[in-house]
């Protein structure tokens, strides 16, 4: 796993970063190029199967089939363009799509490669003092000013698993 290590040695180099009072991380440009790639061909196959249903005197498959892949479509465009993490600083709390967490209330954060779905992926592993798990994928750009900053505010809450 030489990216890992080489992600820890990078981060390990780095001691001081300058904070600005909101940080705000968005979904990298890799994600947002797969998730586009899934997203809108499943929209153009909504419209196709619509226009088939329009035009073959109302048929129901092809209508039930537009329906289906423009939800779907749609769906994975909203979930990949949604994605944001942000922290705020002075207050030091940690929000996210459906989280909204103090970082007086984390126990402990590790830093660990996680098997996620078929991929290994970088993921923050965070537990929290009322024994709950969240677990931040590192989707975003910037992921290693994300982890700095979470090691400089959480300091000996901080871990990072080799």
């Known amino acids: 796993m030489l990216f890992y290590e080489d992600f820890i ?35 153009l196959a909504g419209f196709f199967q619509g226009y088939l249903a329009v035009n073959e005197n ?39 799509e459906k989280l909204v967490l103090s970082l007086a209330d984390i126990d402990s954060c590790t830093l660990e490669e996680k098997k996620i779905g ?3 992926q970088v993921v923050l592993d965070i537990i929290t003092v009322d024994r709950k798990q969240i677990i931040i994928p ?18 000996t809450k901080f871990f990072i698993k080799k």
Do not use: C, H, W
Not at 9 to 37: C, D, L, R, T
Not at 138 to 150: H, W
């Open 9 to 43: 040695k990078s981060i390990n180099s780095k001691s001081n970063i300058e904070m600005k009072k909101i940080e705000k991380f968005s979904v990298e440009a890799k994600k947002i190029v797969s998730g586009a790639g899934i997203g809108i061909p499943l929209i």
């Open 58 to 96: 109302v048929k129901v498959m092809p209508g039930v089939f537009a329906l289906v892949f423009l939800f779907l479509g749609i769906k994975q465009l909203r979930t990949t363009f949604s994605y944001k993490v942000i922290i705020d600083t002075e207050k030091k709390i940690l929000i996210g």
């Open 118 to 120: 078929k991929n290994l």
């Open 138 to 155: 590192l989707y975003m750009k910037n992921k290693e000013r994300f982890v700095l900053i979470m090691r400089l505010l959480l300091d």
